[in-house]
C-alpha cells in the first residue's frame, strides 16, 4: 500500500533528479526545452502512476500520511497544474535565459511538497511538505538573476515565508504540548477526551496556526509581501504561486481545522468569517488602482481567498464541497489567464494594462479567452467561476450567514470594475496604427489557453461529475 500511494512522488522526484542530471551534461548554448518536455512526460507518469491509488483508504507511515478522496483528487490537480505550468514555461525559461535544468526540477519539487502538504496526516508531515514547497517556490521566484524586481520579489517573499514557517511551527509545538500528539486525528482525539477547548493556551495555538495559514494564503492583513512577489516573479512562476502553494495550504487547512480542531469549530468558524470579509473587501478595493497585470492578479488572488474562506466560515459539509468545487475552477481559470500573460510577455509587449491595446485586432483568440477567464473570475454564468461561488453562497446561506452571502456578492460587484478595465482597453482601446502587428498563438500556449478554457467552461455548463467529486471530499469529516 505505501508503494501505491508514494508512486506518483517517486516518479516526480527521480524524474527531477534526472533533469539536473541531463542538465549538467548539456552542451553550452544548447536549448533546454527538451528539459521541459522531458518534465512534462514525468509529470503524466506520475498521473498514470496516481491511477491504482485511487480507491485504497488508509494510512501509511506510521499515521503521517493518508490515502483518501481528499487526497487523491488534490493530487490529481496539482500534477495537472503542474503540467500546464510547463507547457507555459517552455518558451519563458528559452527567452529570458534561465537555467532550464535548476528551473524544470525545482517546479517538480514543489509539487512534490505540495503532493505531501496535501497527503498528510500529521503536522509534521504536513510542515516537510510545506518547506519542500516553500524552498522551491524562494528558488524559483528569483529565477530572473538580472532583474531588480524579482531579486526584491525572493527576498520578500523568503522573509515573510519564514516569518509564516516560524508562527505555524510554534502552533504546531502548542498544540504538541497540550495534547502530546502531533497527528491531526490524535488532536480531535485528544480536544474530545480531556484537553479544555477554551484554555488561553488553545486560543493562542490557534491564533498561531491560523496567522501562519494566513501569511501563506496571503490573506488580510498578512497579505503585504503578495503584490511585490506576484510582479516581481517569472510570470509562469506567479501563476504556479497563485494556484499550487496556496492550494496546497487550503488543503491542509481543510484537513487540519475541519477534523483536527473540529471541538473548537466555534472559535475558528467565526474567525474566519471576519478574515474573508476583510480579505475580499482589501483585496477587491486595492486592485481597482492597479496598472501592472500581474499585480492587479495579485491582490484579485488575495480576494479570492477570501471568497475560499467563505466555506471555513459556514464550517459544513456544503462548505467544504464549496471550497473544492471553488479551488478547481479558481485553478483552471488563473493557469489560462498567467498563461495568455505569459505569451504578451514573450512577445515583448511587457505587464502594464496599456500594452493589451487592441489585443481584439492583435490576437482574438487571447483577447475572448481573457473575457471568459474574467466572467469565471467575477462568477457570471456560464463559467466554473458561478458555480464556485453559488456553492461557497449556498453554504454560508446554510449556515444562517447571510450577511456573509451578501458580503460576496457586493465584492463580485466590485471586482468587476478591474476586470472590465482589461477588456475595455482589449477591445475599445485601440493602438495608433491602422494594422496593428499580430500576435501567433504559440503551439503551447494555445493548447493551455484551449485546454483550461474548455473546463470552465464545463465546470459551468456540465458541472454534475464534478460537484459529485467534490461532495466526495466532505467524506474526510468526523
Known amino acids: 500500500m505505501i508503494f501505491d500511494v508514494l508512486i506518483p512522488e517517486i ?147 523568503f522573509l515573510n515565508g519564514a516569518l509564516a514557517s516560524a508562527i505555524i511551527l510554534f502552533g504546531i509545538s502548542l498544540f504538541y504540548g497540550l495534547t502530546g500528539t502531533t497527528s491531526i486525528q490524535g488532536l480531535a482525539d485528544a480536544f474530545k477526551v480531556g484537553v479544555n477547548g477554551t484554555d488561553s493556551l488553545v486560543m493562542a495555538a490557534l491564533v498561531f496556526l491560523m496567522a501562519g495559514f494566513g501569511f501563506k494564503i496571503a490573506a488580510v492583513p498578512f497579505h503585504l509581501w503578495a503584490a511585490d512577489t506576484y510582479e516581481g516573479a517569472p510570470t509562469p512562476i506567479t501563476a504556479f504561486l497563485s494556484v499550487v502553494s496556496k492550494g496546497a495550504a487550503f488543503v491542509v487547512m481543510m484537513r487540519i481545522f475541519f477534523v483536527g480542531l473540529e471541538s473548537l469549530t466555534v472559535n475558528w468558524s467565526a474567525a474566519f468569517a471576519v478574515l474573508a470579509v476583510i480579505t475580499m473587501t482589501v483585496g477587491n478595493l486595492a486592485a481597482l488602482w492597479q496598472k501592472n497585470i500581474k499585480r492587479m492578479l495579485a491582490y484579485s488572488s488575495i480576494a479570492h481567498a477570501g471568497y475560499i474562506m467563505v466555506g471555513f466560515a459556514a464550517a459544513t459539509a456544503d ?11 479558481y485553478a483552471l481559470t488563473n493557469m489560462g489567464l498567467f498563461a495568455i500573460i505569459v505569451a ?72 468587476v470594475g478591474y476586470y472590465y478595465g482589461v477588456v475595455k482597453t482589449m477591445f475599445l482601446n485601440e493602438e495608433e496604427e491602422e494594422e496593428p502587428q499580430k500576435l501567433p498563438t504559440t503551439a503551447n500556449i494555445g493548447l493551455v489557453v484551449w485546454i483550461t478554457g474548455a473546463m470552465v467552461l464545463v465546470l459551468g455548463i456540465l458541472p454534475s461529475f464534478f460537484i459529485e467529486l467534490s461532495s466526495q471530499v466532505a467524506k474526510i469529516l468526523p
Open 11 to 157: 516518479v516526480l522526484t527521480v524524474v527531477a533528479l534526472g533533469l539536473l542530471l541531463a542538465a549538467a551534461w548539456q552542451k553550452e548554448g544548447q536549448s533546454g526545452s527538451y528539459l521541459g518536455y522531458l518534465g512534462i512526460v514525468g509529470l503524466l507518469g506520475a498521473l498514470v502512476a496516481l491511477w491504482p491509488a485511487i480507491g485504497i483508504s488508509g494510512e501509511v507511515f506510521d499515521g503521517m500520511l493518508v490515502a483518501d478522496e481528499l487526497t487523491m483528487f488534490f493530487k490529481a490537480l496539482l500534477i495537472v497544474v503542474g503540467i500546464l505550468v510547463f507547457l507555459m514555461s517552455i518558451e519563458f525559461v528559452e527567452k529570458n535565459h534561465i537555467p532550464a535544468g535548476e528551473y524544470y526540477a525545482l517546479l517538480l519539487f514543489g509539487i512534490v511538497g505540495g503532493m505531501i502538504m496535501v497527503a498528510s496526516a500529521d503536522l509534521l508531515a504536513f510542515y516537510v511538505g510545506l518547506e519542500l514547497l516553500a524552498i522551491a517556490s524562494y528558488a524559483l521566484t528569483g529565477m530572473l538573476r538580472n532583474d531588480h524586481k524579482s531579486q526584491e520579489a525572493v527576498l520578500k517573499y
Open 319 to 329: 462548505g467544504l464541497t464549496g471550497m473544492t468545487y471553488y479551488i478547481l475552477a
Open 344 to 415: 504578451m510577455s514573450n512577445a515583448g509587449l511587457g505587464e502594464d494594462i496599456d500594452g493589451y491595446k487592441g489585443l481584439s485586432r492583435k490576437n482574438a483568440l487571447y483577447a475572448w479567452m481573457m473575457v471568459v477567464f474574467f466572467l469565471s473570475l467575477i462568477g457570471i454564468p456560464p463559467t466554473g467561476g458561478f458555480l464556485g461561488k453559488f456553492l461557497l453562497f449556498k453554504a454560508s446561506i446554510g449556515a444562517n450567514l447571510v450577511w456573509l452571502a451578501l458580503a460576496m456578492a457586493i465584492n463580485s460587484a466590485i471586482s
